[in-house]
């Protein structure tokens, strides 16, 4: 695994799908996405059922973006790690870019 995607959330149902997608369209393909659901009380949980093959859900109690990020991170498996909030968006070629820098 080259890049963990870890993207944290709280009650942005209406965003992180999108956001989601972004990742999913990428042209660099060897990645894994970790999303931590800080406690939501939106329907974030049921937004993204269909996208649990494709990604590693996690639900924790509100703790803030920072407790969020260090979940993902203990599970992470990349070389490299990507953040992403759960309302920004990429171009599709983004992680082609920052891999082929970094290496």
Same mark, same amino acid.
């Given at each position: 695994?080259?890049v963990?995607? %870890? #993207? ?8 992180? %799908? ?9 042209? /660099?393909?060897?990645?894994? %996405? %970790? #999303?931590? =659901? ?15 093959d494709?990604?590693?859900? +996690? ?7 920072? *407790?969020?990020?260090?979940? *993902?991170?203990?599970? *992470?498996?990349?070389?490299? +790690? *990507?953040l992403?909030?759960?309302? =920004?968006?990429?171009? =599709? /070629? ?8 970094? =290496?």
């Open positions: 695994m080259k963990s995607v %870890i #993207i944290p959330t709280y009650n942005r149902s209406n965003l992180v %799908i999108e956001t989601l997608e972004t990742v999913l369209n990428q042209t /660099f393909t060897d990645r894994e %996405i %970790i #999303i931590v =659901d800080d406690g939501s009380t939106d329907d974030t949980e049921t937004a993204l059922v269909p996208y649990l494709k990604v590693t859900y +996690i639900r924790q109690e509100n703790l803030g973006v920072n *407790a969020a990020r260090n979940t *993902a991170l203990e599970v *992470a498996a990349g070389e490299y +790690i *990507a992403l909030d759960s309302d =920004d968006l990429w171009m =599709d /070629f983004k992680l082609a870019l920052e891999v082929e820098v970094l =290496d």
